[in-house]
């Protein structure tokens, strides 16, 4: 195989030139994204009189407690998708894995549902306010990781296929649970639960903002130091354990570093599809499968298509905006369609 071929060529910990050069070029183009989404928006406000001290109130208003926030978390969901994305992929040698595919999307978006349709019965406002809605995502996406424990029996040795199906369980189950929710909810409750399973960053507050990057940031922090054993584990498991690859402690690290990046990501920004599976294939064609290269590359590369995509949703149909959900499902069903066709060939 290719892959078996590039790692016993080559020292999996060795990032090439190449790949040096796509990292940087792709850390500018996150630069570049972050500068573009603090410029423009359907307010008109100048960066350059913010800089200086001459906005008025309004715009420095706009600036720091609406657009900074927003464009921060679009980069930084972008980046735990992207990342989660090429971890799991290397996890389950599964070139169609994504953050979902274990659940854990899932999780979160049936917590979120309770509180959207339910919350008002169960848990008064007044106690955690804001915090609520991201605080339920949270706790379905931690449900799920137990269920995902009790069921792999602690990520055992041959949990990989029993991890997949209790993961396709959790999504049937999450869907209808979904369901039986639109179905009770009134016109405005039903309203909030689609635009929230659409995907948003409009609404995000500094307090809310701040845990989601200490979070996003310590689960990256976890899940990078494991590339050479995502490298090692794509020989098989027998082999990756011969090689000194601690198995049930990699699974440990990639399922709940990617759980905790995917839920807090989920909880504040609502349900975004296909960037956990476009972006590392991405990154692959440019640069290579090594995942010393392809853990930071593919969080860098789904920071800027997330601020570029969320950028998009908030100008083409201005003063409105679209759920920026769509802008990336339309930019990822047709790469899917491709990937599709292109192993099938292969």
């Known amino acids: 195989m290719k892959i078996e071929a590039s790692l016993t060529q080559a020292n999996p910990l060795k990032i090439t030139k190449k790949q040096n050069l796509i990292i940087i070029g792709l850390f500018f183009l996150v630069l570049l994204s972050l500068f573009i989404g603090f410029l423009i928006g359907s ?3 100048s960066f350059i009189n913010f800089i200086s001290g001459k906005a008025s109130t309004l715009e420095n208003n ?8 927003r464009v921060i978390l679009a980069g930084l969901v972008g980046a735990s998708l992207g990342i989660s994305g090429a971890s799991l992929q290397g996890l389950f040698r599964n070139p169609l894995a994504d953050p979902g595919l274990i659940g854990v999307s899932a999780g979160a978006a049936l917590g979120a549902s309770i509180v959207i349709v339910l919350g008002s019965n169960l848990v008064p406002k007044f106690l955690l306010g804001s915090f609520l809605l991201p605080l339920s995502a949270i706790a379905g996406s931690t449900f799920v990781i137990l269920l995902l424990y009790f069921f792999t029996k602690g990520f055992g040795y041959r949990g990989i296929t029993y991890m997949l199906l209790v993961g396709i369980a959790v999504n049937a189950i999450a869907s209808v649970g979904i369901g039986v929710l639109t179905y009770i909810s009134t016109d405005s409750e039903l309203r909030g639960l689609t635009f929230w399973t659409m995907g948003s960053f409009g609404g995000v ?7 989601a990057i200490i979070i996003i940031c310590s689960a990256l922090v976890w899940i990078i130091p494991a ?25 440990y690290r990639v399922i709940f570093s990617s759980a905790a990046a995917v839920g807090a990501s989920v909880a504040l920004s609502g349900m975004i599809g296909f960037v956990g599976l476009v972006v590392p294939h991405l990154v692959r064609l440019i640069g290579g499968v090594s ?21 998009l949703s908030r100008i083409m149909i201005q003063p409105a905006e679209l759920p920026v959900g769509l802008i990336t499902t339309a930019i990822g069903s047709p790469f899917f369609l491709w990937l599709i066709f292109r192993l099938k060939k292969v």
């Open 62 to 69: 706009v600036l720091l407690q609406i657009r900074f926030p």
């Open 291 to 311: 995942h010393t290269y392809l853990l930071p590359g593919s969080a860098l590369m789904g920071a800027a298509l997330m601020i570029n995509a969320d950028l």
């Open 205 to 211: 507050t500094w307090p809310l903002l701040v845990p």
């Open 43 to 45: 307010f008109n406000s």
């Open 227 to 251: 590339s050479r054993k995502l490298d090692l584990i794509q020989l098989g498991e027998p082999e990756a354990y011969r090689l000194g690859v601690d198995i049930k402690k990699l699974k």
